[in-house]
């Protein structure tokens, strides 16, 4: 990878290569749906997901990785989110965790319809929406969903990453890995990745799920 990338542009581009559901997301009951990567999509569209406050049409939050969950029931339509940050710099992380901070406000997802009609694999020419089950016909405008439960992985730079482990409480929301495991090669294969991502399931707050 080009030495003088950005740290943000490496993750991305790693992240471009890791799968439509976050690896090792469990396949539960909590959530049913469809997981589909939303961001990094292709660098030379600006037509991809973000998220955003009700009423807000300048103010737009776009993480270096978004992934969405959509409900499988056209008549309680949500999105459950998961998103990756890299951080630079203490000052970079601060900012960035005042956007996922816990609000009395509802986040929203939004799909502009371009997305919803590209196909999300490139060997494989369905369109997206036809991908998620609370869609019975091709959409005419933005899917714009209301966020039901939100993850956000950040990535510290190893001596920060030290530092805030030894000394910070994370939010529930949170969870935290040093910025070259999301650089790596692969890895969305790394086991600890992978475990890591596993405890950011909407299910592994339960003892046991009902069968």
Not at 86 to 112: I, M
Not at 145 to 151: E, S, Y
Request: proline share 13%.
């Amino acid at each position: 990878m080009p030495a003088n990338l950005s740290a943000d542009e490496q993750v991305r581009r790693r992240l471009r290569q890791w799968p439509q559901r976050p690896p090792g997301a469990p396949v539960t009951p909590k959530q049913p749906g469809t997981w589909l990567r939303a961001r990094p999509g292709d660098a030379r569209t600006a037509n991809q997901p973000f998220l955003k406050l009700p009423g807000s049409n300048r103010l737009r939050t776009l993480p270096d990785g978004l992934w969405l969950h959509f409900s499988p029931d056209p008549s309680d339509p949500y999105a459950d989110i998961l998103c990756i940050e890299a951080c630079s710099s203490l000052q970079n992380l601060l900012d960035k965790r005042s956007r996922f901070a816990p609000s009395t406000t509802s986040l929203l997802a939004v799909c502009p319809v371009p997305w919803l009609l590209s196909p999300c694999q490139p060997n494989d020419p369905t369109p997206r929406w036809r991908l998620i089950k609370l869609l019975r016909h091709e959409p005419q405008d933005p899917l714009v969903l209301p966020v039901r439960d939100m993850r956000v992985l950040y990535g510290l730079k190893a001596r920060q990453y030290d530092g805030f482990a030894r000394s910070q409480m994370p939010q529930a929301h949170e969870y935290f890995c040093p910025m070259e495991a999301l650089m790596e090669e692969d890895g969305d294969q790394n086991p600890a990745m992978r475990a890591l991502l596993a405890r950011a399931s909407a299910a592994a707050n339960f003892m046991h799920l009902p069968g």
